[in-house]
């Protein structure tokens, strides 16, 4: 079966300070991944996608940028962090359809103080 | 902005008791799914109407569909303290050349008192 694993589940980090989020899917080959953000009280903002190796869609200009290095791994970071950059962050995979189910990882709770 | 909105915002109902949620959305899609978010945690997928579909049924859920008011509204039967939980719709779009987005609404909270 399929799991979609991220880490670390919370994060408190300066402002300025650099970020690294991680989300690795284990069950499946060649998925299409997704960082979406939810800030409070709000719904699902998509921020990149990634039908694959190196392909990486970014749907917001923002202070985050995404990178895929292996299959299965989709990575999340910042050079220097904002206070508007808090926020709970979701990992998500899909196979076919575009626009079918997606599946979640547990998220990370960044805070930027 | 927002495609998918839920309404109400927050409610409140006994165990037992049938939870209706509703969910407006303003283009056309191809399809609607229904996601729960149990505090703190991922979003769950519980069930994908097409728009050529009217209604769906998973266990205790019941999801209907009408794209003549572009509307959407999922049932929970009996419901259960375990059923406390945010629940969102999200649409994906109809564009033709193919979204990767799927379009989220803001969350109906739901909150099941035993």
């Known amino acids: 079966s399929q799991t979609i694993h991220q880490w670390p589940a919370t994060l408190v980090q300066p402002v300025g300070s650099p970020l690294s989020l991680e989300c690795t899917v284990e069950g499946t080959s060649n998925p299409n991944l997704y960082w979406y953000r939810q800030a409070a009280g709000r719904g699902l903002q998509l921020l990149f996608y990634?039908?694959?190796?190196?392909?990486i869609s970014s749907e917001v200009p923002q202070n985050l940028s995404a990178s895929r290095p292996q299959d299965r791994q989709f990575i999340l970071s910042s050079k220097k962090l904002l206070l508007s950059d808090s926020g709970f962050y979701l990992c998500?995979?899909?196979?076919?359809?575009?626009?079918?189910?997606?599946?979640f990882g547990p998220g990370t709770r960044l805070t930027v103080l | 902005s927002q495609q998918g909105e839920e309404d109400p915002q927050a409610l409140s109902i006994q165990e037992g008791e049938n939870a209706t949620m509703n969910c407006s959305y303003k283009?056309?899609?191809?399809?609607l799914q229904w996601y729960r978010q149990n505090s703190g945690r991922g979003l769950v997928h519980l069930i994908l109407?097409?728009?050529?579909?009217r209604e769906k049924h998973s266990g205790r859920l019941r999801v209907t569909l009408d794209t003549s008011k572009k509307s959407s509204s999922l049932l929970i039967t009996a419901s259960r303290a375990a059923d406390t939980a945010s629940y969102f719709c999200?649409?994906?779009?109809?564009?033709?050349?193919?979204?990767?987005?799927?379009?989220f609404g803001k969350g109906t909270k739901l909150s099941v008192i035993p």
């Open positions: 999200a649409t994906d779009g109809s564009s033709g050349a193919g979204s990767y987005q799927l379009t």
């Open positions: 990634s039908v694959g190796i190196g392909q």
């Open positions: 109407i097409r728009s050529n579909e």
């Open positions: 283009t056309s899609i191809n399809n």
């Open positions: 998500a995979w899909s196979v076919g359809l575009a626009g079918g189910s997606k599946f």
